[in-house]
Every structure is written in structure tokens, then in C-alpha cells.
């Protein structure tokens, strides 16, 4: 594998002087070379000595291209920074990232000098004197914090919208009460259509009645849904009607999610397509529908 080279890039930052890297604040480097295919990036880590712990951290990585990459660090210790050679690892696979050398500023001002011959200068304190400070934050992180709370706010209202959006659903569910059980129900409809749609008699069907069938089945199946586990499926897509299926109902889910999920969007595809339906293709949907029910049924 080709050996990896980096070099520091300092990011611009309003507020921030162009090309000086202070400490805590977040810079690059920028490395280019062969990286392997399975490098595992939620899992990289800097390889540092006990010592070196604090000297720097890492903060993000990043693909510029398949063989230039962007490792964002973060470094705390002021002045001078050398590494022979920096490595990285994913706990699998540790990379070599060549040397390293960078100079940190202190973001702290120097002591000032004795005012008096023989007179020693102030000790330096790693903090000033508790009291009010002015601190100008980049507009850079503004904008993070905008962005994460208004993420956080639009995750709220949907999750208060989508429990209203459900309680007020479920309330109209009455509509569809029966006296029938609800595979009774799909029961019923499933014979009613066997006995007047020709896609069930064998031979060539109407061709109006492919279509027909197809409609018919997918909504007695949601229908079912809806009524059998109090989910808005007549309402709702494939993705929230398994969501919710998962969360309340969970034995069904794990027993018959998938075959579910593959019905639903073979029902999908084939509601798109109409014209290229066969009778046999309604007829394979249609059991297998009726199936998916009765063994959705027997796990309730």
C-alpha cells in the first residue's frame, strides 16, 4: 500500500486570524494516499502514548476523493507539536499518516515583563480573575447551534404532529367497524371476489378485471391492518405502517416484517405498471396476501 502524506490546512473562521492555529480551535489534515476499502470511519481513532493524550484529538473524518481525505483535529497544547508519525486505526486496520509538525498559539496573553530591575515577573495563571468576559464566538458556530436546535424542533413537532396525525386516525377507525371479525371480514371479501372477478376462473381473464383484483386485494389488506392491529394503514405509506407495527406489535413484526415489506412493494411496482399485469401475477398476490394475513393472525 502506498505510503499516506498529510499536510495542516487551517480552515478560515470569522473572527479568527487567517492561518493561526490557536489552541482548541479545529484544523485539518488534509491526507492523500491509498486508504483500504474497509477502513471503518465511526470507528478511527488516533494512536497516541498516555503522554500524548491531551496533545491532540481527533474530531471527524472525511473523503475528499477516493484517495485525499480530510482529518479534522482538534489540539490543546501550546507552542510547538511534532510527530515522527502520526497513526490512525479503526482497531482493525492502523494506518501511518507520515510526520506531522504544527505550531500552536496560546490563546492566554504573556506575563508581562518586570517593571523594576531584579523585579520578577507575575506568575502566569492558567486562569484570569472569575469575573465578566467578553468572548466573540465565530458566527460559524452560530450557525451550528441554529441549525441543531431548529433539527431538535422539527423532530419535536413531528413526533407531536405524527401522535395527533395517529390519535385522531385511529379515531376514525370506527368507520370501518364491523360485526365482523377482521379476518372474517377479509374472509368474506377475499370469496366475494373469487366469485365474480375472472382473474379467479381460470383461463383469460377481463382485462378490466386484472386490475380490479389487484385494487381489491391491497385494500383488504390494509384494510385488515387498520382494523386488526389500530393502525391508519388505509392512510399511511409502507414506512410508518411497519414502523408502527414494529414499536406495538413486535412479534408479528419480527415473524412477518419482511414478507410484508416485500408484498407492499411488489403491490407498489405493480400499481405503476398496470398494463404489463398478468391474471397470474393477481392470482400469485393475491394468495400470497391471504396467507400473509392468516399467519399475521395466528402470531396476535
Not at 12 to 30: S, Y
Not at 79 to 105: A, E, R, S, W
Not at 189 to 210: A, H, L, W, Y
Amino acid at each position: 500500500m502506498a505510503a499516506i502524506q498529510c499536510k495542516v490546512e487551517i480552515p478560515k473562521v470569522d473572527g479568527l486570524k487567517d492561518g493561526e492555529l490557536t489552541v482548541g480551535r479545529e484544523f485539518l489534515l488534509v491526507c492523500e494516499g491509498e486508504f483500504p476499502k474497509t477502513l471503518q470511519q465511526d470507528k478511527l481513532q488516533l494512536v497516541l502514548q498516555p503522554e500524548q493524550k491531551y496533545t491532540i484529538a481527533l474530531r471527524g473524518f472525511e473523503f475528499r476523493t477516493p484517495t485525499e481525505a480530510d482529518i479534522k483535529i482538534t489540539s490543546y497544547t501550546a507552542g510547538g507539536v511534532k510527530f515522527d508519525n502520526l497513526q490512525i486505526t479503526d482497531g482493525t486496520t492502523t494506518l501511518d499518516l507520515g510526520p506531522v509538525q504544527y505550531q500552536l498559539v496560546s490563546v492566554l496573553p504573556p506575563p508581562k515583563p518586570p517593571s523594576q530591575p531584579g523585579e520578577q515577573a507575575p506568575k502566569q495563571e492558567p486562569f484570569g480573575p472569575i469575573g465578566p468576559m467578553s468572548i466573540q464566538v465565530p458566527m460559524m458556530y452560530w450557525g451550528i447551534l441554529a441549525a441543531f436546535i431548529g433539527i431538535i424542533a422539527l423532530f419535536v413537532v413531528t413526533k407531536i404532529f405524527r401522535s395527533l396525525q395517529r390519535r385522531k386516525i385511529i379515531e376514525r377507525l370506527k368507520e370501518h367497524d364491523s360485526a365482523l371479525s377482521p379476518l372474517a371480514e377479509f374472509h368474506q371479501k377475499f370469496r366475494r371476489m373469487q366469485r365474480e372477478n375472472t382473474v379467479f376462473f381460470g383461463g383469460t381473464p377481463k382485462s378490466e378485471d386484472i386490475p380490479l383484483a389487484l385494487d381489491e386485494t391491497r385494500h383488504m389488506l390494509k384494510l385488515y391492518i387498520t382494523r386488526r392491529y389500530r393502525i391508519p394503514a388505509l392512510e399511511w405509506g409502507p414506512r410508518l405502517i411497519l414502523k408502527d407495527l414494529k414499536k406495538y406489535h413486535p412479534k408479528v413484526y419480527q415473524e412477518t416484517g419482511s414478507e410484508l415489506e416485500k408484498l407492499v412493494k411488489e403491490f407498489l411496482h405493480a400499481v405503476e405498471d398496470k398494463s404489463k399485469l398478468s391474471g397470474s401475477d393477481v392470482l400469485n398476490l393475491s394468495k400470497r396476501t391471504r396467507l400473509l394475513v392468516e399467519e399475521m393472525e395466528r402470531l396476535s
